[in-house]
């Protein structure tokens, strides 16, 4: 297949676009955000084309789901395979080998040692509420440490945890009794005043207020687990020290507490890595899986240590975790993952990551540039010195690179998330980086 580029025919929305706006906006519920106004007709790799033809490169694989790229050929095949044969049975009464099979593989890809566990899901929401009660129920205690700038979801037990904006949580509550946040270790953004390097070193910008609250609040032995995002995601693209999850780790070992990891964003080889646990190289006890996982199709999973997955046999199931067609779409990814794609979201991100620094280099307006693979983020700020967040530039900025062909998303207050298809190559990662640079000059410009 040839290889294809941005193109835009007609200023987005274009007039069949509008149409399908115009009637969604009728029809659908007032809670969607709709970012931006692409509508979708069809993907293939790293691009994406809209109903009145317009191309657009994507560096958001539809928030880090697109793993293997839109439709890929073999995750297509996978999925055509297994809808010929049936479409569902619910994993949770019966067997089938496509679930067995995808239980044993994440078992055995899991970060740490010892034997694992596995319990499909739906989505990353869902495998965070199963978290939740696979750890009190393991501990029988009740309370959670979170992180202050998380997101784990949207269902009820989800923005209990979650504390990255308060639209996902307003009029919600009562919520989640028992939760506990604490600052989330951002060397950028010291509250000291520390320079990155400083804070890396075991900071008390984040140690202190935990000891505070064992101290003050909670006993370390009420404790049954310690949730975080080894790489914050919603939150701002964030990558905490190392010594960061090596604390909870201890914590967790040390007080009977298990640890649990939001891979849902990381997971899969968006850093490089399978996981960004090996990545940072401290494992948890239980790890959350969803978006790339099944290249698009629905399907989260929990993994967790053979010796912490004791709730009682009937005590948790889902009607459609598992489902048979997901399942194959499952495998087909880690194959592609794990057999090249893994590899080269680490090559093509080092490109990217050195890309965006040269830009950074020529533009005052970006304070930061961070990540790991093909999970980047690009943090803008009004001044590198006081680093005050520039709200709403990002915004301004997805903006200007969709009407040029380029697909991007925010995160955080001030952050462009960088997260492309892991299928992307030289010639996508200069067409970004230059596109990504045009809007910017022109929002320069024209402040």
């Not at 580029?5 to 706006?21: D, E, F, R």
């Not at 997805?398 to 955080?412: D, H, I, P, V």
């Not at 992307?424 to 980086?433: F, K, N």
Request: hydrophobic share 40%; aromatic share 8%.
């Amino acid at each position: 297949m040839a290889k294809t580029y941005p193109n835009i025919l007609v200023t987005p929305p274009g007039p069949k676009a509008q149409a399908v706006i115009a009637k969604d906006e009728r029809y659908s519920s007032p809670s969607y955000i709709k970012e931006y106004p692409l509508v979708v007709e069809r993907g293939s790799g790293a691009m994406i084309e809209d109903v009145d033809g317009n191309r657009y490169l994507d560096f958001m694989a539809g928030i880090a789901v697109a793993a293997t790229g839109h439709s890929h050929p073999k995750v297509v095949a996978a999925i055509e395979e297994a809808a010929h044969k049936f479409l569902h049975i619910c994993s949770t009464d019966f067997y089938y080998p496509a679930f067995s099979d995808l239980c044993e593989r994440l078992a055995k890809l899991a970060p740490g040692k010892g034997p694992k566990r596995t319990f499909l899901t739906n989505s990353g929401a869902e495998a965070v509420e199963g978290a939740i009660k696979l750890a009190r129920a393991h501990t029988k205690r009740q309370n959670i440490i979170a992180f202050e700038g998380s997101f784990h979801g949207r269902t009820t037990g989800a923005i209990s945890l979650g504390s990255s904006k308060v639209k996902f949580r307003r009029h919600f509550g009562p919520l989640l009794p028992g939760v506990y946040h604490l600052p989330y270790a951002n060397t950028y953004r010291c509250t000291l005043g520390r320079s990155a390097a400083e804070c890396a070193d075991g900071c008390e910008c984040w140690q202190a207020p935990a000891e505070r609250l064992f101290r003050e609040r909670v006993g370390k032995d009420e404790i049954a687990a310690v949730i975080l995002e080894p790489i914050l995601g919603e939150g701002g693209y964030v990558i905490p020290p190392r010594g960061f999850l090596q604390y909870w780790r201890d914590f967790c070992d040390e007080n009977g507490a298990v640890l649990i990891y939001d891979e849902v964003q990381t997971g899969i080889g968006r850093t490089g890595r399978m996981f960004a646990a090996d990545l940072l190289d401290v494992a948890p006890d239980v790890i959350c899986l969803a978006k790339g996982l099944g290249s698009g199709m629905p399907i989260g999973a929990i993994v967790a240590r053979e010796q912490v997955m004791t709730w009682d046999h009937g005590s948790h199931g889902s009607t459609f975790g598992g489902n048979p067609v997901c399942c194959a779409a499952a495998l087909a990814t880690l194959d592609l993952v794990e057999h090249g794609l893994m590899q080269n979201a680490a090559r093509m991100g080092s490109m990217l990551l050195a890309g965006f620094r040269k830009i950074a280099a020529k533009h005052e307006v970006i304070g930061d540039v961070r990540g790991a693979g093909l999970l980047l983020g690009i943090e803008f700020v009004t001044d590198r010195k006081t680093k005050e967040i520039y709200h709403h530039f990002v915004h301004q900025l997805e903006l200007a690179a969709f009407k040029r062909g380029l697909l991007l998303l925010g995160c955080g207050q001030s952050t462009i998330r960088i997260a492309p298809p892991l299928v992307i190559d030289e010639e996508d990662v200069a067409t970004g980086l230059r596109i990504f640079e045009e809007a910017l000059a022109e929002l320069r410009v024209a402040v």
